[in-house]
């Protein structure tokens, strides 16, 4: 069941703080996305950018400020949302199968048993990003963009309408990158992704709009308008590198 239609936000983050120890992390973010963005937050370490998704997951409470999922609080309303952590933080090691890793998504703890139908969404997530014949592997024998996909259909066995994934393709190859940002294409149509990530270069080509964070927002819209932001936040000069060709598109820093 569609719970938006195209006017209505499915994210809004208005005069967000957030701090730790007496140091602000998050100063007075504000943030708006819409049905079928796909939206980068880019930022460097330390920018407050995972301290941001906890927020909107309803993990962490900001300090002040409204936030609202799907006209929701974060609570209600990440029962929407699908999130593919970084890849570092996945045990490869666990002793479980493709197939059974995807079906922990549909975990209810008022039925101990998987239906039919849980099952069938399952094997729909697999073929959805071309990894059902490697339904019956053990983790450990994928490579690493093989995992990334098996994760992602593990999040879409949710059935959300945003899609959230932190630092996705960190610790995959170029090839298994663009392979999988091209899937992310074909997920868009059906839904709103949100990707964080620090490298703007890889992901570009894919994305059309853009938020810089780095404690506050600098910039949030489109991206071909955003680029010369990403100075501001970095306090230096950038180079975006697009099908491996380096281009300068902000000035030397003064």
């Given amino acids: 069941m569609d719970h938006t239609n195209e006017t209505e936000m499915v994210l809004e983050l208005k005069d967000v703080q957030a701090s730790f120890d007496d140091n602000i992390v998050l100063d007075n973010v504000n943030l708006s996305v819409k049905k079928n963005d796909f939206l980068a937050i880019i930022g460097p370490n330390g920018g407050g950018k995972t301290t941001l998704l906890k927020i909107i997951l309803g993990l962490l409470k900001p300090d002040k400020g409204t936030i609202k999922v799907f006209g929701k609080n974060p609570e209600k ?84 309408e945003l899609l959230i994934l932190d630092e996705p393709t960190v610790s995959i190859d170029m090839k298994a990158q663009n392979s999988f940002y091209e899937l992310l294409l074909k997920i868009k149509e059906t839904m709103t992704i949100i990707i964080v990530t620090h490298d703007i270069g890889v992901i570009y080509p894919y994305i059309d709009k853009i938020a810089c964070l780095n404690q506050k927002i600098y910039y949030h819209g489109p991206k071909e308008k955003g680029l010369h932001k990403i100075e501001e936040m970095y306090r230096m000069p950038v180079e975006l590198i697009l099908h491996d060709i380096p281009h300068r598109f902000l000035g030397e820093h003064e």
């Fill in 77 to 160: 309303g990440r029962s929407l949302i699908g999130y593919l952590p970084q890849y570092s933080l996945f045990d490869r090691d666990f002793p479980i199968n493709v197939f059974d890793v995807v079906l922990t998504a549909r975990y209810n703890r008022v039925f101990k048993r998987y239906s039919d139908e849980d099952k069938n969404i399952v094997t729909n997530a697999l073929k959805s990003v071309g990894m059902f014949d490697y339904r019956d592997r053990q983790i450990g024998n994928l490579s690493g963009g093989e995992l990334q996909r098996v994760l992602l259909a593990r999040a879409l066995a949710r059935r959300p």
